[in-house]
């Protein structure tokens, strides 16, 4: 012990999950008392007597009687009596003191076990071990706490045990004798055993994976966070999410897109660099994330599928067996939490590829990482984001400050001012253009969508406040049912998403410089003062001056047709004339009369 007593107490350590304390050599006084034991064994065989006849598999005087507990350590004892010091006892050697004990069906699946080619004798005492803890809470029968109840000297090379153990295991599970729950090895009893099977024997669909990757990628790790709120200029980008090659919002695909590809996908193995990041430049771009092929998580989704497909078919049609398809209910519900956990180490350690090259993203989590790659996607292919600087204030009161403003005056508004997006501004306006000329309908709502995706990308409020500012200026106007909408009421129209879904824009018709030139300087001679600046308020104040002269015109009519004055014919000619320069709704028809 002097010399190997720290390689003994690591060769003997259990792993965290394990509850109970079970004791490893001390000292050397220690050692002395208990070799070729481990001080462990004294608790642990206790705790399996007790768990086995609690269970049913043995008689009840396994737990009580100390003569069963003295012949299971002399039997262990006997077994080594000739051989070398050094030599220690694992947990396997006491089995056989319990052979007589032990129900007849766990007796024939160990005898059979050692009947078959495919299982060697160390599978057998690897399946003894595994019965041994099959009913004791304090230790799990994880791979590492196998590796420790089955040392069998101090020497042992723990690295050559465990790949000898992960064979047995493989072979046990293989020939139905164990179930693998997570990082836990469980022995089976026979109804155990029927359903396993049963279990292994569902069919399941490879969409049936996909969907349950999906579903834990997309609901549960992300959350169903299926839209991205650029930080920018705080626009929500709906995402397109895809899992080997399968929609999860429809075929449709958004301005953001991202693909998931897993081994699951029957082409995974052809997803090699130059093809995930070609593909992730196809059309507007898509990030492309490749999971790495880990067969063990996704062997649990298998296993989980298949459960939950077996479950809902024997659900209420198996009361005898409705304790053990609870149990396995349990247990998948379990598995779930285990996957859930796997895939989103998977999803953080993925390749990233996005616009035709490999990304190396940074996050401590998934969801921060995607968020730089969204970011960095918008940034690299909404080419006129820039074209809009957000609005530093409320910007729904600056919307209805400027649609109830008399004129762009009265607000200070110049669309050729840098903090009014002038370039934007006229984005917006050519397009109302085209729409017009080519006798095309559009809405608010059309609006919104167009300049909301690629190659924009603007804020949708930001886009409204545009509109205002336009309408404000005279360039367009809205219709609701083929009337105009006063910008004054306007409001509720634009912010509602329904109402400007119904509600027309059309461009203005605008004056050229020449003609307006000209209209000021018959406004100076006709009304003798300066017209106002711009061709809407100039429109205004003509429509008031000559509506006034109507209504004295209207008042000598009325006199002239008593016969007692002079001048009838010509004052309804002026009546006429006038009635046609007021009765124009637009500032453009209203200038060219004007000037006729």
Same mark, same amino acid.
């Given at each position: 012990?002097?010399?190997?007593?720290?390689?003994?107490?690591?060769?003997?350590?259990?792993? +965290?999950?394990?509850?109970?304390?079970?004791?490893?050599?001390?000292?050397?006084?220690?050692?002395?008392?208990?070799?070729?034991?481990?001080?462990?064994?004294?608790?642990?065989?206790?705790?399996?007597?007790?768990?086995?006849?609690?269970?049913?598999?043995?008689?009840?005087?396994?737990?009580?009687?100390?003569?069963?507990?003295?012949?299971?350590?002399? +039997?262990?004892?006997?077994?080594?009596?000739?051989?070398?010091?050094?030599? $220690?006892?694992?947990?396997?050697?006491?089995?056989?003191?319990?052979?007589?004990?032990?129900?007849?069906?766990?007796?024939?699946?160990?005898?059979?076990?050692?009947?078959?080619? +495919?299982?060697?004798?160390?599978? @057998?005492?690897?399946?003894?071990?595994?019965?041994?803890?099959?009913?004791?809470?304090?230790?799990?029968?994880?791979?590492?706490?196998?590796?420790?109840? =089955?040392?069998?000297?101090?020497?042992?090379?723990?690295?050559?045990?465990?790949?000898?153990?992960?064979?047995?295991?493989?072979?046990?599970?293989?020939?139905?004798?164990?179930?693998?729950?997570?990082?836990?090895?469980?022995? $089976?009893?026979?109804?155990?055993?029927?359903?396993?099977?049963?279990?292994?024997?569902?069919?399941?669909?490879?969409?049936?994976?996909?969907?349950?990757?999906?579903?834990?990628?997309?609901?549960?790790?992300?959350?169903?966070?299926?839209?991205?709120?650029?930080?920018?200029?705080?626009?929500?980008?709906?995402?397109?999410?895809? =899992?080997?090659?399968?929609?999860?919002?429809?075929?449709?695909?958004?301005?953001?897109?991202?693909?998931?590809?897993?081994?699951?996908?029957?082409?995974?193995?052809?997803?090699?660099?130059?093809? =995930?990041?070609?593909?992730?430049?196809?059309?507007?771009?898509?990030?492309?994330?490749?999971?790495?092929?880990?067969?063990?998580?996704?062997?649990?989704?298998?296993?989980? /599928?298949?459960?939950?497909?077996?479950?809902?078919?024997?659900?209420?049609?198996?009361?005898?067996?409705?304790?053990?398809?609870?149990?396995?209910?349990?247990?998948?519900?379990?598995?779930?939490?285990?996957?859930?956990?796997? @895939?989103?180490?998977?999803?953080?350690?993925?390749?990233?590829?996005?616009?035709?090259?490999?990304?190396?993203?940074?996050?401590?989590?998934?969801?921060?990482?995607?968020?730089?790659?969204?970011?960095?996607?918008?940034?690299?292919?909404?080419?006129?984001?820039? $074209?809009?600087?957000?609005?530093?204030?409320?910007?729904?009161?600056?919307?209805?400050?400027?649609?109830?403003?008399?004129? /762009?005056?009265?607000?200070?508004? %110049?669309?050729?001012?840098?903090?009014?997006?002038?370039?934007?501004?006229?984005?917006?306006?050519?397009?109302?253009?085209?729409?017009?000329?080519?006798?095309?309908?559009?809405?608010?709502?059309?609006?919104?969508?167009?300049?909301?995706?690629?190659?924009?990308?603007?804020?949708?409020?930001?886009?409204?406040?545009?509109?205002?500012?336009?309408?404000?200026?005279?360039?367009?106007?809205?219709?609701?049912?083929?009337?105009?909408?006063?910008?004054?009421?306007?409001?509720?129209?634009?912010?509602?998403?329904?109402?400007?879904?119904?509600?027309?824009?059309?461009?203005?018709?605008?004056?050229?410089?020449?003609?307006?030139?000209?209209?000021?300087?018959?406004?100076?001679?006709?009304?003798?003062?300066?017209?106002? %600046?711009?061709?809407?308020?100039?429109?205004?104040?003509?429509?008031?001056?000559?509506?006034?002269?109507? /209504?004295?015109?209207?008042?000598?009519?009325?006199?002239?047709?008593?016969?007692?004055?002079?001048?009838?014919?010509?004052?309804?000619?002026?009546?006429?004339?006038?009635?046609?320069?007021?009765?124009?709704?637009?500032?453009? +028809?209203?200038?060219?009369?004007?000037?006729?």
């Amino acid at each position: 012990y002097d010399e190997k007593g720290d390689i003994l107490r690591n060769q003997l350590a259990f792993d +965290s999950s394990t509850k109970a304390e079970l004791a490893n050599y001390k000292d050397a006084t220690s050692f002395i008392h208990s070799y070729p034991f481990v001080p462990y064994h004294y608790k642990l065989v206790q705790d399996i007597f007790a768990g086995l006849s609690k269970s049913g598999a043995a008689g009840m005087h396994m737990a009580r009687g100390e003569r069963s507990l003295l012949d299971a350590f002399q +039997s262990a004892a006997q077994i080594i009596a000739d051989k070398e010091v050094g030599v $220690l006892i694992p947990l396997h050697y006491f089995y056989n003191s319990i052979d007589n004990f032990l129900d007849t069906a766990v007796k024939r699946d160990v005898l059979q076990a050692a009947e078959k080619e +495919s299982i060697s004798d160390f599978g @057998v005492n690897i399946l003894k071990t595994l019965f041994l803890v099959r009913y004791v809470d304090a230790i799990k029968s994880t791979l590492d706490n196998l590796v420790t109840l =089955c040392v069998s000297k101090v020497d042992e090379d723990r690295l050559a045990l465990r790949r000898e153990i992960e064979q047995a295991l493989n072979s046990l599970e293989q020939n139905l004798l164990i179930a693998r729950q997570g990082d836990e090895y469980i022995f $089976l009893t026979n109804e155990e055993k029927e359903i396993e099977n049963e279990i292994r024997e569902t069919e399941i669909e490879l969409s049936d994976e996909t969907n349950k990757l999906s579903n834990i990628i997309f609901d549960e790790i992300l959350r169903r966070q299926n839209i991205y709120r650029y930080p920018e200029n705080k626009q929500d980008f709906p995402v397109s999410r895809f =899992c080997n090659g399968i929609p999860r919002d429809g075929s449709q695909e958004n301005d953001l897109v991202v693909k998931i590809i897993s081994p699951i996908d029957p082409n995974y193995s052809e997803y090699e660099t130059a093809v =995930c990041a070609n593909q992730s430049s196809d059309g507007n771009g898509s990030i492309i994330i490749k999971l790495a092929d880990t067969t063990k998580v996704f062997d649990e989704i298998i296993t989980f /599928v298949k459960t939950d497909k077996f479950l809902r078919r024997a659900s209420g049609n198996r009361p005898e067996q409705q304790q053990l398809l609870n149990q396995k209910g349990a247990e998948n519900q379990k598995r779930n939490g285990r996957i859930k956990l796997e @895939v989103e180490e998977l999803l953080k350690d993925a390749e990233f590829y996005a616009l035709g090259s490999e990304q190396n993203p940074r996050g401590s989590s998934i969801t921060t990482i995607l968020d730089v790659t969204y970011k960095y996607v918008i940034e690299n292919t909404f080419s006129k984001l820039k $074209l809009v600087k957000p609005f530093p204030g409320d910007i729904r009161r600056e919307i209805q400050n400027t649609l109830i403003a008399d004129d /762009v005056g009265q607000i200070g508004l %110049d669309l050729k001012a840098e903090e009014v997006n002038p370039i934007a501004s006229l984005e917006v306006e050519k397009h109302i253009t085209l729409a017009d000329d080519t006798s095309r309908t559009i809405t608010a709502e059309d609006i919104v969508k167009r300049f909301s995706k690629r190659p924009f990308g603007w804020n949708d409020e930001e886009i409204l406040l545009t509109m205002s500012r336009l309408a404000l200026s005279n360039k367009i106007n809205f219709q609701m049912r083929q009337q105009d909408v006063p910008l004054r009421s306007a409001y509720d129209n634009l912010i509602q998403v329904r109402k400007r879904a119904e509600m027309r824009v059309r461009r203005i018709k605008q004056q050229s410089d020449a003609n307006l030139k000209r209209a000021a300087k018959l406004f100076k001679d006709f009304f003798g003062k300066n017209a106002p %600046d711009s061709e809407k308020e100039l429109f205004n104040v003509a429509l008031e001056n000559l509506s006034k002269m109507k /209504v004295k015109l209207d008042g000598f009519s009325n006199k002239a047709s008593t016969g007692k004055y002079p001048g009838g014919k010509e004052i309804d000619q002026g009546i006429v004339l006038l009635a046609g320069l007021t009765e124009q709704q637009s500032s453009f +028809s209203f200038i060219e009369l004007f000037l006729s």
